[in-house]
């Protein structure tokens, strides 16, 4: 038995394996011994190590950045990961904004390019920058996207729900930049909250709204999605001309020829008024006083306005019929009174008043 037993432990100590636990043993122990949270920014432990490779002092200061921590679950975010996440992030925001404004002002060196393909050319360039500036922060940081899948799923329902509005305008913003329906420049016509309708000028398109200057300097912020599906009055789309009117009356007693021919005079004095197509005069209707008539008359420069256009031509037009003996007639109106007794007594008082009184006796 002696010799049975010893033979065992030798064999035994040849094979130290034989003697290990099995896997199932090793795999609760594994289970059960402490493990340290995973770090929520790997480029943490990579500086870490790099910078402790150069300096001592360096490494243990980071050391004791990583050591002031907070554990979310099983995620650990030190004060290092927080101040290396900041710094990523600024350096980025800096960066990317340097290419964005380089990239614009090579688009707007580029002569090839009208100002609606400049403008859209600039907003994809922005959306490009912007994106490839996120995505090489999360790969710096080193930030694992699956962690991120539950905040990708709450900012889809977002976009969904809160900025779907948003996005909307941002393509649409695209679309009428593509098809060159509406451009910066462009005149068209607009309508406040008491539905009364002016005119004004395209200053710029927004990534959310379009901005329009009136002549007043009132600043109208369309949303882009307004702009596409709904009507629109462009007046500077295919051709910046305009046909403008003037509405002028004229008595009854005129001469109707030449009061034409000052009508046209009138409007081809004005500076602004093409000569081609040129000033035309209609009558439109004859009126309780007067015979009106309708000047119609071109510009090619409507984002300058129309008013003054037309109060420089009615200015000329009434020293012309000053000097031409043309009347601009007052409304008239006839009355009638009804014959009865009390007006037939009112007449023969008013008569016997106007007889001259007898010479009274001296």
């Known amino acids: 038995m002696n010799i049975a037993a010893a033979a065992l432990q030798a064999i035994a100590a040849a094979n130290p394996a034989s003697t290990a636990p099995p896997p199932e043993a ?6 059960a ?3 340290a949270p995973p770090e929520a920014v790997e480029a943490a432990d990579k500086l870490k190590e790099g910078v402790a490779a150069q300096s001592q002092t360096a490494g243990a200061f980071l050391e004791r950045l990583d050591g002031i921590a907070l554990e979310v679950g099983q995620t650990r975010v030190s004060l290092l990961d927080a101040l290396l996440v900041i710094i990523v992030i600024m350096l980025v925001i800096i960066i990317a904004m340097l290419i964005n404004r380089f990239g614009h002002r090579l688009i707007r060196s580029l002569d090839r390019l009208d100002d609606t393909q400049k403008l859209l050319s600039e907003k994809i ?4 920058v912007w994106a490839a500036a996120f995505f ?3 790969d710096l940081l080193g930030i694992d996207l699956t962690a991120l899948a539950f905040f990708g799923g709450a900012f889809g329902l977002a976009i969904g729900f809160g900025l779907q509005k948003t996005f909307g305008n941002l393509i649409a913003g695209i679309i009428l930049l593509m ?3 509406i451009k ?5 016509a607009v309508a406040d909250m008491a ?3 002016t005119f004004g000028q395209i200053r710029k398109i927004g990534i959310r709204a379009v901005s329009v200057t009136t002549r007043d300097q009132r600043e109208y912020l369309i949303p882009n999605e307004n702009l596409m599906i709904n009507q629109v009055e462009n007046w500077s789309y295919s051709s910046k001309k305009v ?6 009356g004229v008595s009854y007693n005129a001469d109707m020829n030449v009061a034409e021919a000052l009508m046209l005079k009138a409007a081809s004095q004005c500076s602004r008024v093409l000569d081609t197509p040129p000033p035309t005069a209609w009558m439109s209707e004859y009126g309780d006083s007067s015979v009106n008539f309708v000047i119609h008359c071109w510009i090619n420069d409507p984002e300058d306005g129309v008013g003054n256009v037309r109060s420089e031509v009615l200015k000329n037009l009434w020293w012309l019929f000053k000097e031409h003996g043309i009347e601009i007639p007052f409304p008239q109106r006839d009355i009638n009174l009804r014959d009865n007794a009390q007006i037939k007594a009112l007449i023969a008082a008013l008569e016997s008043r106007k007889q001259p009184d007898e010479p009274s006796a001296r």
């Open 195 to 197: 539905g009364n309708e």
């Open 136 to 138: 090489t922060g999360i």
């Open 184 to 188: 910066p420049g462009d005149v068209i």
């Open 26 to 31: 090793a795999a609760d122990a594994a289970r």
């Open 125 to 128: 360039l922005t959306i490009v």
């Open 179 to 181: 098809d060159k329906s």
């Open 243 to 248: 046909r403008m009117q003037v509405h002028v």
């Open 33 to 35: 011994a402490p493990t």
